[in-house]
């Protein structure tokens, strides 16, 4: 059975590697490209636009416009617009791949409201390598963390308009979550100054932000007389497409519900 796909932000860097990962996916076809109303790229062959060649999907200005034409959308755009095209989700049975980083809270509370009624999976990473990093920080966090210091560091292109990122803040939580924290209490966003001691219950984060580094992420957890690093390195974005393809299909035979990344790869 093939999973028909909507992507929007398609002319964005994700939108771009999705159309491409869509292309080369078994079991799922491209039949939907949206971008912005104002955007230049209306009209345009979305196969076209991506590199991959013609493949006759246009892009159009509006979701509105095509959905009849597909039962998965994958969104990496903006908050604001992934919370309007939730909504157009959730009335019309749609599942829906989020990729957008960047929500307040009341925004991630509003879009999990959409859970109960279709299916929504929501990961600040889809690649492979940094949920199999997630599930080891569980590990380690709950053998050793309450003896050790935690920072998270995470550094990104130029481009990246949100600070930390979405994949940093997710490996706050799960750390936070194993020792039975509170990230909104203990995390701390910057440093300087007189700073005082560091207090052992605090997680730290630290942000670098340049050229076109595409994603590196290290936890580390520090000790008198050693230290543990876990870290992941992005070099390409189509690992994050790989996975929203497969999130997408994975979706489609899912029943209304909020799901992650760890759900797709069966790592719960
Ligand atoms: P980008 O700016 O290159 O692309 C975003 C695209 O969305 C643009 O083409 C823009 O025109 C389009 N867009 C904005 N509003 C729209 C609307 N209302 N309707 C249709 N299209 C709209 O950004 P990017 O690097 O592709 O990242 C997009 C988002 O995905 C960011 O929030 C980023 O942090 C996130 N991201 C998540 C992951 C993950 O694995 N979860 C990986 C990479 C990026």
Known sequence: MTTRIAVTGAAGRMGKMLIEAISKAEGTQLTAAIERPDSTLIGADAGELAGIGKNGVAVVGNLTEVLDDFEVLIDFTAPQATLANARLCSEHDKQMVVGTTGLTAEQRAELQ?????????????????VNVCLKLLDMAAKVMGDDMDIEVYEAHHRHKVDAPSGTALAMGEVVAKALGRDLDKVAVYGREGQTGARERETIGFATVRGGDVVGDHTVMFMAEGERVEITHKASNRMSFARGAVRAAKWLSQQSPGIYDMQDVLGLK
């Open 113 to 129: 409201a959409h859970g109960s009624s279709t299916a929504l999976c929501i990961a600040a990473n889809y690649s492979t390598g």
